[in-house]
């Protein structure tokens, strides 16, 4: 370990001032603690995902379903009845899709007869070609109302003419929630790299007093100053004081000797 006075250039004559251990400790230790905040916060942001997938998914997946029939009831109302959803139905299922839902539109065996009956074709619905994996799930019934009944010619009032089903999976959800760390994680890193540059400033600033201190001890300690050597006080706190009580000390030890 080297003092000031050992020709170091630059930076390395500056960080060798003093012991340089205790100066990328401190460093370190600031590094560490902002680390470990991040991977805390990130944990508790996971855990608050979790949460809120179990315990407000269901009530979601219910809703998303609820608007999807509802949908599917505005289609066969002002867009031209089960012609008109073949086309639809797949910008529904996109439009789900992208917000992170599987759905399923199952016609019932009433709505096929009736479809194939007056349009002549057998109707899909949206198939459900769901993947396995954890997730939540909910199912809504369509049920023929008036209107209906003109298409839906072989089904009865409140008959089921088919089911809605939507699934929220979970992978589906820590997908998006990824995507969010990951931007964070990016904004996290330049703000520790900013932390870490201002604490190093910082110390090198706050330090300067000990710095100074040291030197002279070193300076008495190997002999090159003599009693002569005096420390400089450059401030006012317990650093200044103990440059103080240092000088006073050098004192008493030259009028004792002379």
Known sequence: MRDADDGDPGFLTELGRFDRSFFVRMIGSFLGLLVVVAIVELGIRFGAQ????????????????????????????????????????????????????????????????????????????????????????????????????????TASEGDVLGTVVVRDYLSASLSGWWDQVRLSATVSAAKIIIHVTIVFFLLRTLMEPLLSLRGAVARLADGSGGLRTRAEVRSSDEFGELAHDLNAFLDRITGLLQ
């Open 50 to 153: 979790l949460y809120r997938y179990h315990q407000e998914g269901p009530a979601e997946v219910e809703t998303a379903a609820e608007q999807l029939a509802a949908d599917i009831r505005s289609i066969m109302i002002n867009e031209g009845g089960p012609v008109a959803s073949r086309a639809v139905y797949p910008i529904l299922d996109r439009t789900y899709e992208r917000a992170g839902l599987q759905i399923a539109v199952e016609p019932s065996p009433a709505t096929v007869e009736s479809i194939q009956e007056v349009f002549g074709f057998r109707p899909r619905g949206i198939p459900a070609v769901f993947p396995e994996g954890t997730h939540q799930q909910a199912r809504v019934h369509l049920r023929a109302e008036s209107f209906c009944l003109q298409c839906h010619v």
